[in-house]
């Protein structure tokens, strides 16, 4: 699946400047450019927080007050 590909339109001035940017480096297309930055992008994306519920939260008072930390 990672050699098919799928065509997802930018500005024409955005990929010039890519162009411009890619220039002179080992980066050969526009497109692998794109790929490259986006799987960076997707990598350091971080993940949804876990949220206390009402019970958890009300359990963790509980034991906060039971350690005389809260009153």
């Not at 692998?32 to 958890?56: C, G, M, N, W």
């Given at each position: ?30 497109s692998d450019y794109v ?32 350690l005389g930390y809260i009153?």
């Amino acid at each position: 699946m990672e050699n098919e590909t799928m065509n997802v339109p930018i500005p024409a001035s955005l990929y010039k400047k890519i162009e411009e940017a890619i220039k002179g480096t080992d980066i050969p297309s526009v497109s692998d450019y794109v790929a490259r930055v986006l799987r960076e992008k997707l990598s350091q994306a971080k993940k949804p927080e876990e949220v206390f519920t009402k019970e958890d939260e009300e359990k963790v008072k509980e034991r906060l007050k039971a350690l005389g930390y809260i009153d």
